[in-house]
Nanobody, 123 residues
């Protein structure tokens, strides 16, 4: 399974971005997919996850109501729509996948990782 993220960039407080994670080698609906982020000097943390083709979705408390995860089976791509961005959302965002169809926060539970895409939110 290969994962390629895109869509990051430099935005201002309150702006929106949509990150994409294109999967190859497997249909994303056969995996549990997650978005994680890592800010400088901090540990990588769970942001959102999707499994069972969208029937199961989870969010970290700090993004509820602002971020939306979704998937497109035809494109084999998972998206993370981020609204009302804040400077504290600045981080490298990673897409990950695990064989077990359960969304869990720990990073070591995931089998495949993308290279990351940088999101910078200026105040």
């Amino acid at each position: 399974v290969q994962l390629v993220e895109s869509g990051g960039g430099l935005v201002h407080t309150g702006d929106s971005l949509r990150l994409s994670c294109e999967a190859s080698g497997r249909a994303f609906s056969s995996l549990a997919m997650g978005w994680f982020r890592q800010a400088p000097g901090k540990e990588r943390e769970f942001v959102a996850g999707i499994a069972w083709g969208g029937l199961n979705i989870k969010y970290a408390d700090f993004v509820k109501g602002r971020f939306t995860i979704s998937g497109d089976n035809a494109e084999n791509t998972v998206y993370l729509r981020m609204n009302s961005l804040k400077p504290e959302d600045t981080a490298t965002y990673y897409c990950a996948a695990r064989e077990t169809l359960e969304i869990v926060p720990p990073t070591n539970a995931y089998d495949y990782w993308g290279q990351g895409t940088q999101v910078t939110v200026s105040s």
